[in-house]
T-cell receptor, first 110, second 113 residues
Framework: GQSLEQPSEVTAVEGAIVQINCTYQ??????LSWYQQHDGGAPTFLSY????GLEETGRFSSFLSRSDSYGYLLLQELQMKDSASYFC???????????FGTGTRLQVFP | DAGITQSPRHKVTETGTPVTLRCHQTENHRYMYWYRQDPGHGLRLIHYSYGVKDTDKGEVSDGYSVSRSKTEDFLLTLESATSSQTSVYFC????????????FGPGTRLTVL
């Protein structure tokens, strides 16, 4: 089957660093993506890893290890506006469709 | 921001009535998707389209049908709405099937009484 697992909730304080993990199981794999969604809003694309290693985009970084079927999103210098839900997603190699995790709700406290 | 609109944004209907949700894009992207989002389930794919008149089922397609007669419009129809179809529906678009970045519309909140 196809499944993704990520923690349901993470809390942190402003200025801190937080890591959101994602483990996946799919019949094929074309890459791991991360999306951010604020309450009442639409998901927005953050990052995409097709190969192993770390990709950095400003305060956000995303990591992938294909051999471990594992990735994470790293958020640095947390700000209040980072409070949102974060979804990992993988492209299933057999169907070519995106499969989303159930999301991690990040709460940033002052 | 990608030009994607959804209509209506909110709808309340009764069990057994047909409902059609519309997604309109101005980006000329080939791929369009319909998802539903429910607490504890994340985003689940209902149907998607890879071109005009070309559609395929997602993981939760039962009770839904779609049509795409023009590149810019993708319609989702609930033939006979049920309370289990109360949800937030998102449309998304992407440039290509191997491109992981999808752009989402603002969503439609549907309540079936």
């Amino acid at each position: 089957g196809q499944s993704l697992e990520q923690p349901s909730e993470v809390t942190a304080v402003e200025g801190a660093i937080v890591q959101i993990n994602c483990t996946y199981q799919t019949s094929g794999f074309y890459g791991l993506s991360w999306y951010q969604q604020h309450d009442g809003g639409a998901p927005t694309f953050l990052s995409y890893n097709a190969l192993d290693g770390l990709e950095e985009t400003g305060r956000f970084s995303s990591f992938l290890s294909r051999s471990d079927s594992y990735g994470y999103l790293l958020l640095q210098e947390l700000q209040m506006k980072d409070s949102a839900s974060y979804f990992c997603a993988v492209r299933d190699g057999r169907t070519d469709k995106l499969i989303f995790g159930t999301g991690t709700r990040l709460q940033v406290f002052p | 921001d990608a030009g994607i609109t959804q209509s209506p944004r909110h709808k309340v209907t009764e069990t057994g009535t047909p409902v059609t949700l519309r997604c309109h894009q101005t980006e000329n992207h080939r791929y369009m998707y319909w998802y539903r989002q429910d607490p504890g389930h994340g985003l689940r794919l209902i149907h998607y389209s890879y071109g005009v008149k070309d559609t395929d089922k997602g993981e939760v397609s039962d009770g839904y049908s779609v049509s795409r007669s023009k590149t810019e419009d993708f319609l989702l129809t609930l033939e006979s709405a049920t309370s289990s179809q109360t949800s937030v529906y998102f449309c998304a678009i992407s440039e290509g099937g191997t491109h992981n970045e999808q752009f989402f519309g603002p969503g439609t909140r549907l309540t079936v009484l």
